[in-house]
């Protein structure tokens, strides 16, 4: 087992806390309803804040398109990384993790209001600043990892957008298996050949202070009283704690391929109430392929999460092509 029960249970638990959260902020910014195979428009569909929805013309663009936007995208961004930690840029490195919290943050917010009106927008960006600086510049625990709940369905919300279009075609859902593959290549060569992830988290919990994904310390109960003795001796002295993280990749792409199935399968009418089924049976996967590494894995060993979540995710749509197309 990679962690003990506890720790593993917990990162379960905030797993699934996130893609609940994550389809509920999908479904409230889709502009489309789809119940038992039948769109639904709606009639004030709630739009992404900041400029974040995509182009009406969107929906006529291909997969392959979609995928030739967002790959380079991804690239940029982790060049860049790299780039800005080579010279040592902190300041800037946090300072981008901390405009993108506050606007992934905001934009989840939002959608437990009744509308995405101005007034709204406002008081989620009045809730995220400062939650986003005591994240970035405080370094509280408690603060990051409950952030971390709302800020991977934010970014989602806008990755379905982009995907899925206007309608209930496949092709947001062709869009998110070839993600799903090409992002599982390139956590296998960055994790077990090439070490790029572990650097990349090493630097941000060491240097940085911050990481991007769940980070819960893992403590043993002979250190637990050892920390009790010294508090009440008053000594102070350096302790090494060791930390359980789940990197947010690893979180966000099962919300992004939720979200695009529930885009293209929606609800179906089951005894009377609408049931998600389909984006369920995805999380369900995506759960299974997680816990199947928290279980089987060696202690402090690093793998690579994605491919085994992708497993999962690509077993459940099968499921989801066999019994609802």
Sequence with gaps: MKHNWKITILILSMFIATQIIGLYVVNYYSPAKVVNNVPINVTTPNTLPYGLE??????????????????????IAIALFFVLTR?????????????????????????????????????????SVPLAFFKIYRQNLWIHNITELFIYPGIAAVFVALLSGADNSNRGVYAIMALLILISIYDIWA?????????????????????GGFIIPSISRGMRLKIKKMRKEKRKKEIRVNFAILGGGDVIFPIIAAGVVLRRFGFMNILGLEVPLASILVMIGAILGLGYLLLFGEKKKFYPAMPFISAGIFLALGVCYLLLR
């Design 54 to 75: 995509p182009p009406p013309d969107n929906a006529q663009v291909n997969v392959w398109q979609i995928l030739l936007y967002i790959i380079p995208a991804f690239v």
């Design 87 to 127: 010279f040592k840029a902190a300041f800037v490195l946090k300072a981008w993790f901390f405009i993108v919290v506050i606007v992934a943050l905001s934009t989840s917010l939002i959608a437990f209001f009744p509308s995405s009106a101005l007034l709204f927008v406002l008081i989620s960006l009045a809730i």
């Design 191 to 211: 994790v077990w050949h090439s070490g790029v992830m572990q650097k990349m988290a090493k630097y941000q919990i060491n240097k940085l202070k911050i990481f």
